[in-house]
C-alpha cells in the first residue's frame, strides 16, 4: 500500500500527524534518490575506471619491458666498452713491444718488461703508432740498458791470421808461402801447401 494522505487519514491520524510523517517520508525518499543518484554516478565511472585499470597495467606492462631494455642495453654496452678495452691495451702492447724490439731488448728479457709496463701512459694515433714514442724510447733506455743487446764486429784473431792469397781465390801469394814456410820452422806447426806439407 502506498503511503498517501489519504490512507493515513482512514488510519485515524490528525492532520498535523499526517504532515509530519509525509515529511519524513519525502526526506528518505529524497535521501534514497540522492544516493541512487550517487550510486548510478559511481556506476558510470566503473567503464572509465577499468579502461584505466587496464591502461594502467599495460603501462606498467611498457615499464617492465622497458627496464629490461634498459638493462639488457646497459650490458651490452659494458660488453662493448670491454672489447674496445682489450682491443686498445692489445694495440698497445704490440706497439710497445715493437718499440722494446728496435730499441735492442733481449728476447729473454722481453717477456718481462712487457710484464711491468704501464701500457696506460702510452698513447696511439689514428695509426697505431706511439705518439710519444720519443719520450718513451728514451725511458726504456734508461731504466732497461742491462737488458739491451749490443752488436760488435770482431776482428780475426791476430795469433791466427787469416790467409792473405791477395783475392785469387786459392793461390797463395809469395810472401804467404815465405810466412808459413818460416812459422813452421820457428814454431813447428805444418802447413799444408796444396796438399803437400812443407
Not at 42 to 59: D, I
Not at 89 to 114: M, T
Not at 149 to 171: M, V
Amino acid at each position: 500500500m502506498a503511503l498517501t494522505r489519504k490512507a493515513l487519514k482512514e488510519l485515524g491520524l490528525t492532520e498535523e500527524q499526517i504532515a509530519q510523517i509525509i515529511e519524513g517520508h519525502s526526506e528518505t525518499v529524497n535521501n534514497l534518490k540522492e544516493q541512487i543518484s550517487q550510486y548510478k554516478e559511481e556506476a558510470e565511472k566503473v567503464p572509465g575506471l577499468q579502461r584505466e585499470l587496464e591502461a594502467a597495467k599495460e603501462n606498467a606492462s611498457k615499464n617492465d619491458y622497458e627496464s629490461k631494455y634498459n638493462t639488457l642495453k646497459a650490458e651490452f654496452d659494458q660488453y662493448k666498452a670491454d672489447i674496445q678495452d682489450k682491443e686498445t691495451k692489445s694495440a698497445k702492447r704490440a706497439a710497445y713491444e715493437a718499440l722494446l724490439k728496435e730499441v735492442g731488448i733481449s728476447g729473454k728479457r722481453l717477456p718481462s718488461v712487457l710484464k711491468i709496463a704501464d701500457l696506460a701512459a702510452i698513447e696511439l694515433d689514428d695509426k697505431g703508432k706511439i705518439k710519444n714514442r720519443a719520450a718513451i724510447e728514451k725511458t726504456v733506455k734508461e731504466e732497461f740498458s742491462d737488458f739491451i743487446e749490443t752488436h760488435g764486429e770482431q776482428g780475426a784473431e791476430t795469433a791466427t791470421p787469416p790467409e792473405n792469397d791477395g783475392g785469387k781465390g786459392g793461390e797463395k801469394s809469395r810472401a804467404a808461402e815465405v810466412a808459413a814456410r818460416y812459422y813452421s820452422r820457428v814454431y813447428g806447426n805444418t802447413k799444408t801447401n796444396g796438399g803437400n806439407k812443407e
